[in-house]
């Protein structure tokens, strides 16, 4: 697990909110997100549908398109507001000090170019390097993600790889550039299960190798509680709880997150009917001020419909409820 | 009923939509009842004359003057006589020349000519023309002056014509007439007719056979799909026009013929795009969810493939239309499919091209603008429905 | 083998194998060579029997064929090897009469797809009835309303369109769709597999309600153990088009006895407070063009012999109603006992 040491995070999120000004209305897909991320860190931000997860990777690296913006709050990268900069000198960062892996593998390589070019090019955006230094950094990239004959394999085209290994020659581009941080977006949700586990595996080595930080973006509880250090739980675009893994998996505080936890099947016993979180998400256009989750929260309570702030029960430990559900035992 | 009305209602709440379709509803009711609308009938050639040639708008049609010939035969250089309230007397003046006198109290004389006089006559004040014996009188207000010649003749034979104004009646046309005479204003609404028919029977017929072809050729697949696309594929390499003008060549002329040529032509495009969106919606589970309800094979083509085809094809649709006139146009000028005393509007454009830099603009101005509200009009009625079925578009 | 007496389904030697070439040069060459076209086998000569009112699992990665094994048992595809009987009957025969062929009914993965977007609810879901005669043209509001109410959407849904729903809403209608028919066996491929956690929660619960209440037999075809391992009575494991293992789910995750089993369930990600270490998995899923000789899992088993390159191996029954394609699998049981 990370210990860090009190100096500036690597990654500070401060109160964002990014809107979608549309027809129908403004769609508040994250509403005041606040987390960080340390040196080496592995982060999970887990949530569902609509959650504002993606969004919240995407505005971290100013990929919002219209009709959607950061209409407030900041992104403190190394203590740098990423919000504040120009389009120009956001691209200093993108691929080089954070770089961006997507769910779909096929949305970051071209199926027109040999995968070799494009590891190159992730480099040659950012360096001035010569040929043979090139081709050997290629090289070492697609070894350290685990591709076989890695010298013949720069030659081929995407088509020519099976989805697994395009996801990982989609995270080789991404660590080429040495970056500090990379954010990943449902990377692995496509893929096979003994795949999945294998690139989990990858990656978490090379974390550890190369002290990135990375914000796994998920789903997925099961993976995250393997992977990340800490995870963030997001919910109709708000976060309702962090902390670290071992806090988040073995005590949730929140309702939200405890009924989640509660709703997977291999928490429930077999054949029975799996506890589950009544009624669905609500409408991102009309929400109100207070918890999002009040509608569909059993422990609802006069205070739910006014903004619930952010209570910081340890240091690493944030709960945004009013009515928390008692400490719960660990789970193994 | 109620269907129908809500269907309409919800139609007409974009407004530019509303406005375009009463356009071509309006030109689709002047294509039924053309010749209970139009003044004149512009198929007739016994209705309109040269004479009405290349009036402007707001001309009133002229009557034919009237026409008399009076045969005369004067002996010693006298003649007298009277015929069709016409009287004539032709005397001697005295100085060896022949005055004529004409009373025609029934008619306003314009136009006065002498035929078949001999050689040596000549008249005075008189054009004579230049290969045959007939002399036109300037002013047939005056008396006319012959000049016998040196011996007056004893007998002398000629033949009197008389010709009076064209009186204005009191149709007019609209719009002016063209180069031939017709009436514009009914050239035109026959034309809507001919080029409407053309046009939305043209294509939407091609729709229906391109669309059942694509539909087999993706459904069956293989061998079945091959033969059709390689007809098609065929048939797309030779230029339409081509196309057009042999099938109308072997046919013969006509709308209906017409019509044949461009379902033959226009086939192919319907055809390929559909077989396209259909092998793209054959590999979704909707259609092998439909299959495990075991629904004829009829029925997931056409309810639940189709349906999800129409948005291309009703823009295609809409523009065929338009290229169907267009066509119909070409083929009527060059000699097949229409004869040019059935004009479409688009024959009338062509015609009315060589007029485009004289100052006689309405021959080609005003078929163009009707054509091109029709077009228009066509394209947003096709554009509004293809958004209507399609529920996701936000309306 | 026979199949005992309440046997719904009785699958043996089932095959499907897809042609590579396609086209007139290939069948020339074919007809002039005699040399045969090269096929890609979705479905390698799978044996098994269902019996009334189990729910049975099928599990396994990209390529194992499990979708394809659904489309045939729903008569969405045909089989090209093997025999499949449905209630004693040969299944084409079966099939004849529209009234029983709609006993089998799916439910599909992608809750988008499986829609057609242009019907409203009414017709999505009671078309098939009114076609069928199961119901008379009048009535089919009424019956929808019903079965809307079954599957826990309110009724005012009818004239709605599919994309005005969310994921788990659609995959409700799916299922009001196929139980409308009235079928007696229930394939679900995947079917929550595109929903959210507690989404899925939702339609599992809905899932074993209805099959409760009206007696299903299932297929719950998933790549998610956890689910499996919650919904099914037993298990079958694909691998690469062939079964590898078929057992009750709970001896088969007590104890896996095929190598590919215990390496499915190794990599199953688990919810767990502590950070485990990742056993390094070799190798990828060989692509079913050209799978690897005599068994397929051989280059990535870490179990694996010579004579596992020889020949496939026989689906042999290993325990009380347990069976597992695999030669090793005693010496692969006590190296994982002594681990």
Redo the contacts between chains.
């Keep these: 697990m990370s210990d860090r040491p009190a100096d500036t995070p690597l990654l500070e999120v401060d109160r964002l909110n990014t809107w979608f000004h549309t027809r129908a209305g403004i769609v508040k897909s994250v509403r005041d997100v606040s987390f960080t991320v340390g040196r080496g860190e592995v982060v999970g931000i887990v949530g569902e549908s609509g959650s504002g997860k993606s969004v919240t990777g995407l505005s971290i690296l100013g990929l919002i398109d219209a009709p959607g913006r950061v209409e407030s709050g900041a992104i403190r990268f190394e203590g740098r507001d990423l919000t504040k900069l120009t389009e120009a000198k956001l691209r200093a960062y993108r691929g080089a000090r954070i770089a961006m892996i997507f769910q779909n593998p096929m949305m970051t390589l071209n199926p027109v170019l040999r995968i070799g070019d494009q590891i190159a090019e992730a480099l040659t955006e950012h360096q001035q390097l010569s040929k043979s230094e090139l081709r050997a950094r290629c090289i070492a990239a697609l070894e350290a993600v685990g591709i076989p004959s890695p010298e013949e394999r720069l030659k081929a085209y995407p088509h020519e790889f099976s989805g697994g290994m395009r996801q990982r020659i989609v995270i080789a581009i991404a660590l080429v550039t040495r970056p500090d941080l990379i954010i990943a977006d449902e990377p692995t949700t496509a893929l096979d299960v003994t795949i999945q586990a294998q690139i989990i595996h990858q990656t978490r080595k090379l974390i550890d190798e190369t002290g990135t930080g990375l914000i796994w973006i998920s789903h997925d509880l099961a993976t995250l509680s393997e992977l990340a250090d800490r995870i963030v739980v997001m919910y109709a675009g708000s976060v309702v709880e962090t902390g670290t893994t071992a806090e988040i998996i073995g005590n949730p505080r929140h309702p939200y997150t405890r009924q989640l936890l509660e709703s997977v099947p291999s928490r429930n016993r077999p054949g029975k009917p799996l506890r589950q979180i009544p009624g669905i998400m609500p409408s991102l256009i009309s929400l109100g001020d207070g918890c999002p989750f009040a509608s569909r929260c059993d422990r609802r309570i006069e205070g739910c419909t006014s903004p619930i702030p952010a209570a910081k029960l340890t240091d690493t430990r944030t709960v945004s409820c009013i009515n928390m559900p008692e400490p719960q035992e660990a789970f193994a | 009923m109620s269907r129908i009305r809500s269907f309409l209602a919800e139609f007409v709440e974009n407004r530019v939509a509303a406005l375009c379709l009463a356009l071509t509803l309006l030109f689709a009711f002047c294509a039924l009842f053309a010749p209970l609308i139009a003044p004149m009938n512009p198929y007739n050639l016994a209705d309109f004359s040269l004479e009405d040639a290349r009036l402007p708008p707001g001309s009133s049609r002229m009557e034919q003057g009237q026409k008399a010939s009076l045969t005369i035969s004067a002996s010693e250089g006298r003649a007298e006589g009277a015929m069709e309230n016409i009287t004539y007397r032709l005397a001697p003046t005295g100085d060896g020349k022949l005055e004529l006198q004409l009373e025609a109290p029934n008619m306003d004389v314009s136009g006065l000519r002498i035929l078949s006089l001999p050689r040596e006559v000549t008249v005075e004040d008189a054009r004579r023309h230049p290969i045959r014996s007939e002399w036109t009188i300037a002013d047939p207000s005056k008396a006319v002056i012959l000049d016998p010649g040196p011996q007056m003749p004893v007998v002398l034979n000629f033949t009197l014509e008389l010709e009076s104004r064209a009186t204005a009646t009191s149709t007019s046309f609209a719009l002016g007439t063209d180069g031939y005479g017709r009436d514009m204003l009914s050239a035109i609404i026959y034309g809507i007719r001919i080029s409407f028919i053309v046009g939305a029977v043209g294509a939407i017929g091609s729709m229906m056979v391109g669309s059942s072809l694509g539909l087999i050729a993706a459904w069956f697949g293989g061998r079945v799909d091959a033969i059709i696309m390689r007809i098609a594929d065929f048939q797309l390499s030779i230029p339409s026009l081509m196309v057009g003008l042999l099938v109308l060549t072997v046919l013969g002329k006509g709308v209906d013929k017409i019509l044949i040529a461009i379902v033959l032509i226009q086939w192919t495009v319907f055809a390929r795009t559909t077989r396209s969106v259909a092998l793209a919606e054959l590999r979704s589970d909707y259609v092998d969810a439909a299959r495990g309800l075991r629904l004829s094979v009829t029925r997931i083509n056409l309810r639940h493939i189709l349906p999800n085809c129409l948005p291309p094809l009703l823009v295609i649709l809409t523009i065929n239309i338009a290229s169907a006139i267009t066509l119909e146009a070409s083929l009527s000028f060059l000699g097949v499919g229409l004869p040019l005393t059935q004009p479409s509007l688009g024959m009338l454009i062509s015609n009315g091209y060589e007029y485009m830099f004289s100052s006689l603009y309405w021959i080609a101005i005003y078929p163009g603008i009707v054509l091109m509200l029709m077009v228009i009009s066509i394209n947003v009625v096709g554009d509004r429905l293809r958004d209507m079925f399609n529920p996701q578009v936000k309306r | 083998m026979t199949a005992p007496e309440d046997t719904v389904i009785s699958a043996r030697d089932v095959s499907k194998s897809f042609p590579l070439e396609k086209g007139f040069l290939p069948t020339v060459r074919r007809r002039l060579t005699g040399r045969p076209l090269r096929t890609v086998s979705a479905v390698d000569s799978v044996s098994f029997d269902i019996a009334r009112g189990e729910t049975v699992g099928i599990v396994g990665?990209?390529g194992c064929g499990k979708t394809t094994l659904a489309?045939i048992l729903?008569?969405?595809s045909q089989l090209n090897g093997g025999s499949l009987t449905y209630d004693g009957m040969p299944f084409d025969e079966y099939m004849k009469d529209?009234a029983r062929?709609?006993k089998?009914?799916?439910i599909?993965?992608?809750p988008q797809?499986?829609?057609?977007?242009?019907?409203t609810v009414l017709d999505i879901v009671g078309?098939?009835p009114v076609?069928?005669g199961l119901v008379p043209r009048s009535q089919k509001e009424a019956y929808v309303r019903e079965y809307l109410e079954k599957v826990g959407l309110s009724p005012d849904f009818i004239h709605r369109?599919p994309?005005q729903f969310?994921?788990?809403?659609r995959q409700r209608v799916?299922i009001a769709?196929?139980l409308a028919?009235k079928p007696d066996v229930l394939v679900c491929d995947e079917s929550v597999a595109a929903l959210?956690?507690?989404?899925?929660?939702?339609i599992?619960?809905l899932l074993?309600?209805i099959r409760r209440t009206l007696g299903l037999t299932m297929l719950f075809i998933s790549?998610d153990?956890?689910?499996i391992?919650?919904?099914c009575d037993r298990v079958i494991v694909m691998y690469l088009g062939r079964i590898v293992e078929i057992a009750p789910?709970?001896a088969l995750f007590a104890n896996p006895l095929h190598p590919y089993t215990k390496?499915?369930l190794?990599?199953?990600?688990?919810?767990?407070?502590?950070?485990?270490e990742?056993m390094?998995?070799r190798g990828?899923?060989p692509?079913p063009i050209n799978p690897p000789r005599g068994c397929h899992f051989n280059p990535r088993c870490p179990y694996s012999t010579k004579q596992c390159l020889d020949a496939r191996p026989p689906l042999d029954t290993a325990e009380k109603s347990r069976r597992v394609a695999c030669i090793n699998w005693r010496d692969a049981a006590e190296a994982a006992g002594q681990a």
């Design positions: 990665e990209s489309r729903t008569g969405i529209p062929a709609l089998v009914q799916m599909f993965q992608d797809s499986s829609l057609n977007g242009r019907m078309e098939a076609f069928h369109y994309h969310s994921g788990g809403q799916g769709r196929a028919v959210d956690v507690s989404v899925q929660a939702q599992i619960n074993m309600d790549h153990l956890g689910v391992r919650h919904l789910t709970e390496m499915l190794d990599g199953m990600p688990r919810i767990t407070t502590q950070r485990r990742f390094s998995i990828e899923i692509s």
